[in-house]
């Protein structure tokens, strides 16, 4: 079985884009959560979606946002970009939302001039 | 909200020897305890894992204890390898629930 994928794997933006990432979870998998991770606060949860509907949200401001389509892959997208947000987003897929065990994807490193 | 402190923040140990990191968290409703191992340049990959109704857990050469009453849970890492060599990640929720907190991650060197 596949794992989750992740596109694209690097990006550089300037300040004041935006931009979106894409996730595929694995097959059958009807959670996906997204994550920011950076040396300095380390592994943040942005969002979860379960069948198309976002079910908790993390600390972020509204300019992150996401959305899941009926096959389960899911996007985010983060508006007018600031330079802190250079990290690595990290998108994980579960089962259900009664399985608790995620797996993560590669990430994909996002770099903001 | 649910609060994960991890500690050390680096270990370095000899190969053959055990590690052991450790984690406390806050909020007495989180019943679900992940760990995570993080290679460099791939996202984290889950190693073990273990609920609020069991006290250890164990998988080879890995193991993880949960103390529900102090809010502690510990990683062992026998025999280590260097290729255990790597950051780990503990983390808590609540079951059903995927607000996951994580720790800030404790740096593994294995020597040879």
């Known amino acids: 079985k596949a794992g989750v994928t992740q596109t694209p794997r690097y990006l550089i933006k300037t300040r004041g884009q935006q931009v979106t990432l894409s996730c595929s979870p694995i097959s059958g998998h009807r959670s996906v959560s997204w994550y920011q991770q950076t040396p300095g606060q380390g592994l943040q949860f942005l969002f979860e979606?379960?069948?198309?509907?976002?079910?908790n949200k993390g600390n972020f401001p509204g300019r992150f946002s996401g959305r899941q389509f009926s096959n389960s892959r899911s996007e985010m997208n983060v508006s007018t970009l600031e330079l802190g947000d250079s990290a690595l987003y990290l998108c994980a897929s579960r089962g259900d939302l009664y399985y608790n065990e995620q797996f993560f994807g590669p990430g994909t490193r996002l770099t903001v001039l | 909200g649910e609060n994960v402190e991890q500690h050390p923040s680096t270990l370095s140990v000899q190969e053959g020897d055990s590690a052991v990191i450790k984690c406390t968290y806050s909020?007495?409703?989180?019943?679900?305890f992940p760990w995570y191992k993080q290679e460099l340049g791939k996202g984290p990959q889950l190693i073990i894992d273990i609920r609020s109704n069991v006290g250890e857990k164990k998988d080879q050469r890995i193991a993880v204890t949960l103390n529900k009453t102090a809010k502690h849970f510990s990683l062992h890492i026998t025999e280590t390898q260097p290729e255990d060599s790597a950051v780990y990640f503990c983390a808590a929720t609540t079951y059903n629930n995927n607000d996951m907190r994580f720790g800030a991650g404790t740096r593994l060197t294995v020597k040879p």
């Open positions: 909020d007495s409703a989180s019943n679900y």
């Open positions: 979606y379960f069948s198309e509907t976002q079910r």
